[in-house]
DNA sequence: AGCGTATAGTTGACTATATCAACTATTGGG
DNA sequence: CCCAATAGTTGATATAGTCAACTATACGCT
């Protein structure tokens, strides 16, 4: 099945990865989807994260963040509390199943990672992520 | 906003190609979605093309291909007929509209990877396609 | 021939994902 | 103190993707 086009390559690999994610995130019996996984990962990295700034980390709607940011409140792996000097503000922080569950999370990922960028050097894997780096950038940037 | 990792990479650029894809598919007012793109494009590449064909090349599930196609057909822009030798087999193929439609596509989608690859050197993008193609391939292949 | 099985495609019901618009609550600036 | 701006929530709806059951044709077999 060779790869013509930038096009097709990109949906069939996000496809694939979203799939595989899926799988191995099944397979760690997590209630996760891939969206859930990308809130964890920037509110493990945010200090002072807010559902804010997960909306203009990842660019989805609003909406969207506001119900992940539940689900994951639901299962107990994030707690919000709001911030003393603007109570609009709900700061997201892991709770000590999240911090748990977040540990797990990163070693299933690095399966995937480790699975995806098998008989790739290095340096392949990091140019290609600087190119996709630099794509995303000239799709949000250079919009006229 | 820098992009680490390279799951992060791949979400962010997938979502930011899906708008972008959409938006300039809108601005052509066709009324087509990004998966639309990729069956004529495969129409287009495939002789003798049935929709198992696109199921086999996007991995998608057989239904969401069998609703896409019906939808290009209700569009006028691919028609089917069953092959003489084996009626199971419906083979799809453009109509006029669907020529010129295409043609159209065409341009657009340039406009959009020219976008994308706005100073990036050829080089960069071949090999950026292969290293994905790779991932593609590690993904669906070594799935012990 | 006629039987069973495989294949191509279709459809219904469903789940998941994403988006829009209207809403509340709080804030900071004039 | 009022108003525009901001953070977040919610309901309705749209879009995308999945599963399972079904039809129709074809192929292989004894």
Same mark, same amino acid.
């Not at 990308?38 to 509110?43: D, E, S």
């Not at 997960?54 to 992940?68: E, F, N, S």
């Given at each position: 099945?060779? !790869?013509?086009?930038?096009?097709?390559?990109?949906?069939?690999? +996000?496809?694939?990865?979203?799939?595989?994610?899926?799988? +191995?995130?099944?397979?760690? &019996?997590?209630?996760?989807?891939?969206?859930? %996984?990308?809130?964890?990962?920037? /509110?493990? #990295?945010? !200090?002072?994260?807010?559902?804010?700034?997960?909306?203009?980390?990842?660019?989805?709607?609003?909406?969207? /963040? +506001?119900?992940?940011?539940? #689900?994951?409140?639901?299962? &107990?792996? %994030?707690?919000?509390?709001?911030? #003393?000097?603007?109570?609009?503000?709900?700061?997201?922080?892991?709770?000590?199943?999240?911090?748990?569950?977040?540990?797990?999370?990163? @070693?299933?990922?690095?399966? @995937?990672?480790?699975?995806?960028?098998?008989?790739?050097?290095? !340096? !392949? @894997?990091?140019?290609?992520?600087?190119?996709?780096?630099?794509?995303?950038?000239? /799709?949000?940037?250079?919009?006229?």
């Amino acid at each position: 099945m060779p !790869q013509t086009s930038l096009s097709s390559a990109l949906f069939t690999l +996000a496809q694939s990865y979203r799939v595989t994610v899926r799988e +191995a995130i099944n397979a760690n &019996e997590l209630g996760l989807n891939a969206m859930h %996984v990308r809130c964890l990962h920037i /509110i493990a #990295e945010t !200090q002072h994260c807010t559902a804010n700034d997960i909306v203009a980390k990842t660019g989805r709607d609003k909406a969207q /963040i +506001a119900r992940l940011v539940k #689900e994951l409140i639901k299962l &107990e792996l %994030v707690s919000k509390c709001a911030d #003393e000097n603007d109570k609009r503000c709900l700061i997201l922080s892991f709770t000590e199943q999240g911090n748990a569950l977040f540990s797990r999370l990163e @070693v299933a990922e690095q399966e @995937v990672d480790a699975k995806l960028c098998h008989g790739l050097t290095d !340096q !392949q @894997v990091r140019d290609f992520i600087a190119i996709a780096t630099t794509m995303i950038e000239n /799709i949000n940037h250079n919009t006229p």
